[in-house]
């Protein structure tokens, strides 16, 4: 079975965002630079996209991550010994995979911008790497053509009429800033409005905040609080 576009959308909609927040949210105690042989990137990319074509269906995180420490299992003990961490102590584990989760929500849906990218540009027009990632390019987009798109997708983290206008450097000149923005996560429930105070009834800032973003409708907020790309997003693209 082939992931697609579909396949990776209805992934995404069956995660249970408020579960892993409410375990993994606090959980910020490995939060220092990690070495290369242990990151996460390779085998997030290697499970969701590289290997799309083996595998029957997306792994859980939990899956996920018992595939990430069987790969670097030695490694991670390493860095664990020299970290100052007692081996004794659950306190290391516990923050990492806390830490490696917030990687794995994170690049999954950049990888689904992968897949719809795909969508729109055609069989075998996508690449996605820690190599182009280590370039500052998460999306390479090789036309039909051969003309070739460099794309960085960018949380927007600020007032959105100034983030589309933004400049931003790369280490290569030619890279396309694609945008999205995430309401706060207080704001994932389905009522809009506020419910006390002087604003109730009124619309809650931050989702008006992502509906103006989103004019275009180059975004779309699945019930459980991922905010995905939609085809729109990369048929400005074309």
């Known amino acids: 079975?082939?992931?697609?576009?579909?396949t990776f959308t209805n992934f995404l909609k069956e995660i249970d965002l408020d579960k892993y927040r409410a375990k993994y949210s606090k959980t910020k105690i490995v939060e220092m630079d990690l070495p290369k042989n242990i990151q996460a990137l390779q085998?997030?990319?290697?499970?969701y996209w590289q290997n799309?074509?083996?595998l029957k269906t997306p792994l859980s995180f939990e899956d996920y991550y018992k595939v990430y420490w069987q790969t670097h299992e030695t490694d991670i003990k390493s860095f664990w010994q020299k970290s100052g961490f007692g081996l004794e102590c659950d306190c290391f584990s516990r923050g990492l995979e806390a830490r490696i989760y917030r990687t794995w929500a994170s690049l999954i849906t950049?990888?689904?911008g992968g897949y719809v990218a795909e969508s729109v540009f055609g069989k075998d027009t996508i690449k996605m790497g820690t190599e182009l990632d280590h370039r500052n390019v998460d999306i390479l987009v090789t036309?039909?053509?051969g003309t070739e798109i460099k794309i960085q997708i960018k949380k927007v983290t600020h007032r959105p009429e100034f983030a589309r206008r933004q400049e931003n450097q790369h280490q290569e000149s030619d890279v396309k800033d694609v945008f999205y923005i995430v309401p706060s996560p207080l704001d994932y429930?389905?009522?809009f409005t506020y419910k006390v105070g002087v604003n109730k009834g009124k619309i809650k800032n931050s989702l008006?905040?992502?509906k103006k973003f989103n004019l275009n409708g180059t975004l779309d907020r699945l019930d459980n609080g991922f905010v995905v790309f939609t085809p729109e997003a990369f048929k400005e693209l074309l």
């Open 43 to 47: 085998t997030i990319y290697e499970q």
């Open 208 to 210: 008006k905040e992502f």
């Open 52 to 54: 799309k074509d083996n």
């Open 189 to 191: 429930e389905l009522n």
């Open 143 to 145: 036309k039909l053509d």
């Open 110 to 112: 950049q990888i689904h």
């Open 1 to 6: 079975m082939k992931f697609t576009y579909d």
